[in-house]
């Protein structure tokens, strides 16, 4: 996965000013990619949501510094967690396969 991850990482290193900013993963997972960002960039604050419970479980094991900003839940929930605090992210990183997801009105949303 480090490898799958190198050009992700890369690029948000690129687009954090002076390396540090909030990042968002939509769909999260374990916090893999989030974990390889902070260490690429220890400026970086990151946020996960995943609708899977275990994923981010394993995900506040993984970055324990930062349990509280990861956030069960889905997306297109109103609100969603990553959407109540009003927050404002310098990155947000999805998957485009997620939109395959969801019927096409919310997706469109």
Not at 24 to 39: P, S, V
Not at 52 to 68: C, D, L, S, W, Y
Request: charged fraction near 20%.
């Amino acid at each position: 996965m480090d490898i799958a991850h190198l050009p992700i990482v890369q690029a948000v290193g690129r687009l954090l000013r002076a390396g540090a900013g909030n990042v968002l993963d939509i769909g999260c997972g374990n916090g893999a990619l989030l974990k390889r960002i902070i260490e690429h960039r220890p400026g970086a604050v990151p946020f996960g949501i995943d609708r899977g419970a275990t994923a981010i479980a394993h995900a506040r094991v993984n970055i324990p510094e930062f349990a509280a900003n990861l956030s069960i839940g889905e997306i297109f929930e109103t609100p969603a967690p990553i959407w109540a605090a009003k927050r404002q992210y310098d990155v947000v990183i999805v998957m485009p396969g997620r939109l395959l997801e969801v019927d096409r009105e919310t997706a469109d949303c």
